[in-house]
């Protein structure tokens, strides 16, 4: 149980391009979803926590208007990079959660490359 | 500031031996401190603490927390090749907004070589 599934697993695109990418939880409802940026080596850096319905909450330092995030549904976040340039290169990964004192679990990752 | 700190940041050991990865934290409005293992790709979760002196334990992986103390251990017993990965801990925090606060620490990369 506890699933969810990231997707695409790796993009790459010229810099201007926007980029989707889809966080599902597949076999459970997620209350919450959260957008972590991975750099290579270093730990996960939360950009981002989202509940359903809700307006996202942004960490500091993170752009909105450049990462776009949409909770539309219980199972289903978007986080848009906007514009894209190749400092935005790095590893995205989401989490969902199903309720508050219940753990996060992680989708696989989106590597994302922008030439 | 809010932080979580872990250490040692990498270790190697051999195949049978224990280890134990320490995290320490200073964070407002705790909530929650969890232990998630990273191989390749997604951080896969371990344990999820919130009382004090409560052992969680699963196979040979085991974990307890000191809210007074504001740390955690993750213990291994007799590892095993499998188990060389990062192992993030991460603390959930209550923000004002009712919105989560999570913040990862470095990580511990931990090479078991037979």
């Known amino acids: 149980g506890a699933v969810v599934s990231q997707h695409p697993s790796w993009v790459i695109c010229k810099s201007g391009t926007s980029v989707k990418i889809e966080c599902r939880s597949l076999?459970?409802?997620?209350?919450?979803m959260f957008w972590y940026r991975q750099f290579p080596k270093q730990s996960l850096m939360l950009m981002a926590t989202?509940?359903?319905?809700?307006?996202?909450?942004?960490e500091q330092g993170v752009e909105k208007d450049k990462f776009l995030i949409n909770h539309a549904s219980l199972t289903l976040s978007t986080l848009t990079v906007t514009s894209a340039h190749p400092e935005d290169s790095s590893f995205y990964i989401c989490s969902a959660r199903v309720a508050l004192y219940r753990p996060q679990h992680f989708g696989d990752g989106t590597r994302l490359s922008i030439l | 500031e809010d932080k979580v700190v872990q250490s040692p940041l990498s270790l190697v050991v051999h195949e049978g031996d224990t280890v134990t990865l320490n995290c320490s934290y200073e964070v407002t409005n705790f909530r929650s401190l969890l232990w998630y293992k990273q191989e390749k790709k997604a951080p896969t979760f371990l344990f999820m603490l919130t009382s004090s002196g409560i052992e969680k334990k699963s196979g040979r992986l085991s974990s307890i927390l000191d809210k007074k103390e504001l740390f955690s251990i993750l213990n291994i017993t007799a590892t095993q090749t499998g188990d060389s990965a990062v192992y993030l801990c991460?603390?959930?925090?209550?923000?004002?907004?009712?919105?989560?606060?999570?913040?990862f620490g470095p990580g511990t990369s931990l090479s078991v070589i037979p």
């Open positions: 991460a603390v959930e925090a209550v923000q004002k907004t009712s919105y989560d606060k999570v913040i």
């Open positions: 076999d459970f409802q997620a209350t919450t």
């Open positions: 989202s509940n359903e319905g809700s307006k996202a909450t942004y």
